[in-house]
Nanobody
Framework: QVQLVESGGGLVQAGGSLRLSCAGS????????MGWFRQAPGKERDFVAA????????EYADSVKGRFTISRDSAKGTVYLQMNSLKPEDTAVYYC???????????????????WGQGTQVTVSS
């Protein structure tokens, strides 16, 4: 399994920006498709964005499309989530996750991901 550690969360005003980072351990990190999910209080953990293991393909939830950008730097073993034009409804704990199988395709399905970080809180004030 891949060990994942998120950072970069915090408190920001509506319309502001944050960049989340997810550092992965192990030389095989670059072979895993990655995803970001978020969970608001009392709600399920929802898909936000995904990136292929090569970094050549990305997918986004409709609610963040055009505002969030996922990217990866495999040399650094890190995946990023750039969040712009933040809204109060973006408030949640954000989790990064790695697919359970190396070289697997991107997925929006939570159960397809085998490794999860501890999460980082993002709070957007109105």
């Amino acid at each position: 399994q891949v060990q994942l550690v998120e950072s970069g969360g915090g408190l920001v005003q509506a319309g502001g920006s944050l960049r989340l980072s997810c550092a992965g351990s192990g030389r095989t990190f670059r072979t895993y498709a990655m995803g970001w999910f978020r969970q608001a209080p009392g709600k399920e953990r929802d898909f936000v964005a995904a990136i292929s293991w090569s970094g050549g393909s990305t997918e986004y939830a409709d609610s963040v499309k055009g505002r969030f950008t996922i990217s990866r730097d495999s040399a650094k073993g890190t995946v990023y989530l750039q969040m712009n034009s933040l809204k109060p409804e973006d408030t949640a704990v954000y989790y990064c996750a790695a697919r359970g199988t190396a070289f697997a395709q991107m997925s929006r399905t939570r159960s397809d991901f085998g490794s999860w970080g501890q999460g980082t809180q993002v709070t957007v004030s109105s």
